[in-house]
T-cell receptor, first 114, second 115 residues
Framework: DTAVSQTPKYLVTQMGNDKSIKCEQN?????MYWYKQDSKKFLKIMFS???????INETVPNRFSPKSPDKAHLNLHINSLELGDSAVYFC?????????????FGPGTRLTVL | AQSVTQLGSHVSVSEGALVLLRCNYS??????LFWYVQYPNQGLQLLLK??????LVKGINGFEAEFKKSETSFHLTKPSAHMSDAAEYFC?????????????FGTGTRLTIIP
């Protein structure tokens, strides 16, 4: 059983489109995250949710909107896609929103904007 | 603000040789430190973490790291490299500062193993 799963694995789309990436965890964790990894492999947090409540909201364009329907799911919707949005997006989860907690990462979604 | 610096974006070692990946941190409060590994086309996986208990931390796959406050370092080592160790390694820092419980990652070190 996959602990943290993301769909789709690959996403190729045109500029200006709207797309969503889904994430699910079956670890029973309370906290979920979205990260962006750019072409240089630099990994930066975008959002975190704890028990469906937004905790961390980094400096991310408001075209990005996370949605957490329940503790096990955290989806990422992106409006009006731009070339610079091309990256690998990782979902992660942890037991709680504690600094010492191990984060478990999904396999990533490679987004290519043409 | 917290940050980590990983010295050497690429490191190559021969199979069987010592692996040493360097990480230095900056934090105004006591840090928690992590090493994650990313295999090609996969997500990140925790190797080990320091959370203010023992300063020498042992992780999976024979890796270990030592927290040295005086040097603000948390270098990752493995006595004998294996071909399967080829991957990207990320050092990360977090702190207990309320409202800032987030991981800040370094820029990564790509480890290549020479047969």
């Amino acid at each position: 059983d996959t602990a943290v799963s993301q769909t789709p694995k690959y996403l190729v789309t045109q500029m200006g489109n709207d797309k969503s990436i889904k994430c699910e965890q079956n670890l029973g964790h309370d906290t979920m995250y979205w990260y962006k990894q750019d072409s240089k492999k630099f990994l930066k947090i975008m959002f975190s949710y704890n028990n469906k409540e937004l905790i961390i909201n980094e400096t991310v364009p408001n075209r990005f909107s996370p949605k957490s329907p329940d503790k096990a799911h955290l989806n990422l919707h992106i409006n009006s896609l731009e070339l610079g949005d091309s990256a690998v997006y990782f979902c992660a989860s942890s037991q709680a929103h504690r600094s010492t907690d191990t984060q478990y990462f999904g396999p990533g979604t490679r987004l290519t904007v043409l | 603000a917290q940050s980590v610096t990983q010295l050497g974006s690429h490191v190559s070692v021969s199979e069987g040789a010592l692996v040493l990946l360097r990480c230095n941190y900056s934090s105004s409060v006591p840090p928690y430190l992590f090493w994650y590994v990313q295999y090609p086309n996969q997500g990140l996986q925790l190797l080990l973490k320091y959370t203010s208990a023992a300063t020498l931390v042992k992780g999976i796959n024979g890796f270990e790291a030592e927290f040295k406050k005086s040097e603000t370092s948390f270098h990752l080592t493995k006595p004998s490299a294996h071909m399967s160790d080829a991957a990207e390694y990320f050092c990360a820092v977090s702190t207990r500062r309320f409202g800032n419980e987030k991981l800040t990652f370094g820029t990564g070190t790509r480890l290549t193993i020479i047969p």
